[in-house]
């Protein structure tokens, strides 16, 4: 990976920071809180320090007081570095994503904790609490379900049976 200072030498660098802040900013501007959101989740830093002021280089890297040349340059090479690893992440979750969409152990994982989110989104049960009442309306599904299973597939063989003998 090149940094900024690789792409753009020194003497050039104003007028193509330029172009680079207001794209930055415009993206930034509009996705703003879904960014920093995902981009903490993930474990990725954003606070960029200098001497005893630091901020988020994603919600504040144009509001800076120092405006001189090295400290302008650090400021948006933080900010690149911080959005290259976000997108590394981004990257690396699809490719994993999209191995997990066929996958049927996954799907049963899935459905085997659909009743713990439900019970979580409409706010009956809460952390620790949601898994336990999961687990009991498994308890009572799991037992009644090969019930069910089992006799009809009794009824049906019996069904066969009764229809070997008519022949």
């Avoid at 959101?37 to 280089?57: D, F, L, N, P, Q």
């Avoid at 952390?127 to 009809?152: H, M, N, Q, R």
């Amino acid at each position: 990976m090149q940094s900024l200072g690789d792409l753009f030498p020194e003497e050039s660098f104003p007028g193509a920071k330029n172009r680079w802040a207001s794209l930055i900013d415009s993206g930034l501007s509009t996705n703003a809180g879904i960014v920093l959101r995902h981009v903490k989740r993930a474990g990725i830093s954003t606070t960029y320090t200098k001497g005893e002021k630091s901020a988020c280089v994603l919600t504040h890297y144009d509001y800076w007081p120092d405006s001189s040349f090295q400290w302008e340059f650090k400021r948006i090479e933080a900010l690149m570095r911080v959005l290259n690893g976000a997108i590394g992440i981004y990257e690396e979750r699809l490719a994993a994503a999209k191995r997990e969409r066929w996958n049927p152990l996954i799907w049963i994982a899935w459905m085997a904790q659909w009743p713990k989110f439900v019970l979580e989104r409409s706010g009956l049960a809460h952390g620790k609490d949601a898994g336990e009442k999961a687990l009991t309306f498994w308890k009572w599904v799991i037992p009644y379900g090969l019930g069910v299973l089992t006799s009809s597939l009794w009824i049906k063989l019996c069904g066969l049976v009764k229809s070997l003998r008519a022949q």
